[in-house]
């Protein structure tokens, strides 16, 4: 099973790399909760062998989770080429979805954050905008998203990483997509 990692078409081609996630976590909020200190906000979800990018949206006794998946990846290797392309890829190992298909956008993080610490209330920061989406539509499938720009612009800093999340939160629903982390056993 595949985790999250960068393909890159470097010059001259067809020089290509891939790129392992270094570190991968989600994080996770009931926002119905105004003090949510001792829940699911303090919580650290680094070790686990997924990432759960999933919402409860005032469902039961008024629940909004919302769950978040981060990756990151050391950029050191490709310092100094010329890239053609990267492309951010993750397994879904699991997709419990109400719509035939949902989106999933992907941002640059623009804070620092490591998966044995990160938590909801100490998140990093990330842009506002996606980068780029894709639809997510089942289990057992590699999903891809173009970060071209991002990992030409952050190949000098040497590293780069990127928040996942459901594009919309319906009210009354449930959905989620589980991606292998790296983690997940046979990876």
Known sequence: ML?????IAAKPAPNSVVLQATDDAYIASDTAITDDSDTLKAQNFGSLDFLKVWYVWKVGNEQQVVSLGLVK???ASIK???IESATLQLTAARADL??????VDVSEVTGDWSEKSVTFAKKPTWGVGALATTAVYGAGVVYSWDV?????KNAKVGKVSYVLGLRVVDDGKEEQVIFASREAEGV
């Open 80 to 82: 100094g080429k010329e």
């Open 98 to 103: 109400l719509q035939p298909a949902r989106l």
């Open 3 to 7: 985790f999250a990692m960068l393909a």
């Open 73 to 75: 990846f050391d950029l």
């Open 148 to 152: 071209s720009g991002s990992v030409i």
